[in-house]
């Protein structure tokens, strides 16, 4: 079983809707991140998360530290949110552990 | 501009030679990652460091060898290339409790 599990793997959305990517981890850990992947794009970090919501524009991410579980969550989703999105953790060696990620297509 | 700049984007080089890939950052940041990025495989991590002069191995070193002489600079060579290795790499940094910034890649193609 994999330290960091994403799901769905896999997300169609229609332009404008609301999308939940969930990401659930077995291990200690520092901090959360979320990471953008355009289609043969470079990596974008979206959020680091410890505790708590964080809010970036149409981007809203949580953490619950009690039950090991975050969600990304996209307002208003749009086209260009289509990308692959990767949970991952970091734990107390300042390495991340990541999630298979999550690809997003959001058509128009 | 501020960042992390990886060099080249794009290479192809033949089974054997040496390749190395350039990673440089102007955050200052301790740590330095490389990383390889493959289908079914996800973000693989190669080697590490978490200051000049200190170097350890990731989840898949065989193959790689590293140095760290400045804090700026974290190069990464294929002493001998495979098609194994033909990957998407990314070079990343961090800082503790500052998160990490990731370089845009380097598609390398061993033929």
């Known amino acids: 079983k994999n330290e960091v599990e994403q799901s769905p793997q896999n997300l169609t959305a229609q332009e404008g809707e609301f999308i939940t990517i969930n990401c659930s981890y077995s291990v200690g850990i520092s901090a959360l991140h979320w990471l953008q992947q355009h289609p043969g794009g470079g990596i974008v970090s979206l959020f680091m998360?410890?505790?708590g919501k964080k809010k970036h524009g149409r981007l809203i991410a949580t953490i619950n530290i009690q039950e090991k579980h975050s969600s990304l969550h996209i307002t208003a989703s749009h086209p260009r949110d289509s990308a692959v999105y990767i949970c991952?953790?970091?734990?107390?060696?300042?390495?991340?552990?990541f999630g298979t990620g999550t690809r997003l297509q959001v058509f128009p | 501009d501020a960042g992390i700049t990886q060099s080249p984007r794009y290479k192809i080089t033949e089974t054997g030679r040496q390749v190395t890939l350039m990673c440089h950052q102007t955050w200052s940041h301790s740590y330095m990652f490389w990383y390889r990025q493959d289908l079914g495989h996800g973000l693989r991590l190669i080697y590490y460091?978490?200051?000049?002069?200190?170097?350890d191995k990731g989840e898949v070193p065989d193959g790689y060898v590293v140095s760290r002489s400045k804090t700026e600079n974290f190069p990464l060579t294929l002493e001998s290339a495979t098609r194994s290795q033909t990957s998407v790499y990314f070079c990343a940094s961090s800082e503790s409790g500052y998160g990490y910034t990731f370089g845009s890649g380097t598609r390398l193609t061993v033929v």
């Open positions: 460091s978490a200051a000049a002069d200190i170097t």
């Open positions: 998360l410890s505790s």
């Open positions: 991952a953790v970091e734990n107390n060696t300042d390495k991340l552990i």
